[in-house]
């Protein structure tokens, strides 16, 4: 199993950037797609940003142009650089990771998340 630890969280003004960091560990016999979601008070968590095995990215149209995620195959860690940041992105931030374990079976992993507070 595939288990990852967030961190980069914290409080910025807005207009100002945070770097999120998910770092993986264990073993996988492939990892399909990394990616970001938030999670606002009382909203659903919906996709930020993902990163697929072939290297193509996706954002949500809300943080296109400003969000950028990136990985570190050698530290096996994620990166989300959040530039222009705006109040409603607000959220708890959590690193996803699905794919395949060594059993052939899929596997959807989550991290604990991490809180991006954004002040007017």
């Not at 938030?38 to 990163?51: H, I, M, N, T």
């Not at 860690?77 to 059993?103: F, H, I, W």
């Amino acid at each position: 199993q595939v288990h990852l630890v967030e961190s980069g969280g914290g409080w910025v003004q807005a207009g100002g950037s945070l770097r999120l960091s998910c770092a993986a560990s264990g073993i996988a016999f492939s990892i399909e797609a990394m990616g970001w979601y938030s999670q606002a008070p009382g909203k659903e968590r919906e996709l930020v940003a993902v990163l697929s095995r072939s290297s193509s990215t996706d954002y949500a149209d809300s943080v296109e142009g400003r969000f950028t995620i990136s990985q570190d195959n050698a530290k096996h860690t994620v990166y989300l650089q959040m530039n222009s940041l705006k109040p409603e992105d607000t959220a708890v931030y959590y690193c996803n990771a699905r794919g395949l374990s060594v059993y052939k079976v899929g596997f959807d992993s989550w991290g604990q998340g991490t809180q991006v507070t954004v002040s007017s």
